[in-house]
């Protein structure tokens, strides 16, 4: 992982903590681009797709996670942020 990873990986934290989403997904995208663990990217993304209201999105994200991480790791967090998008899709359909 390179330090310009980090940093946009860290820019898009902050992007989705004022709201500004479309920055944020770029930063992401930039921060996988440059050797960011795709997990965090992913994850990451997958929140600012739920900020978005972009559910499929989320889901896609989340489901890919999940397919990357080892059992145990932050497995926990994954299920519950899995659960939260299925109800918001469940209340959308």
Known sequence: MTD?????????????????????????QQALEFGYSEYWVRFQRSLVYMDLGQLERANQDAHHCLALLPYGDHHEELQRHLLAVHSKLELEN
């Open 4 to 28: 310009l990873a980090e940093a946009h990986y860290r820019l898009a934290c902050i992007c989705r903590k004022i709201e500004d989403f479309e920055h944020a997904i770029s930063h992401l």
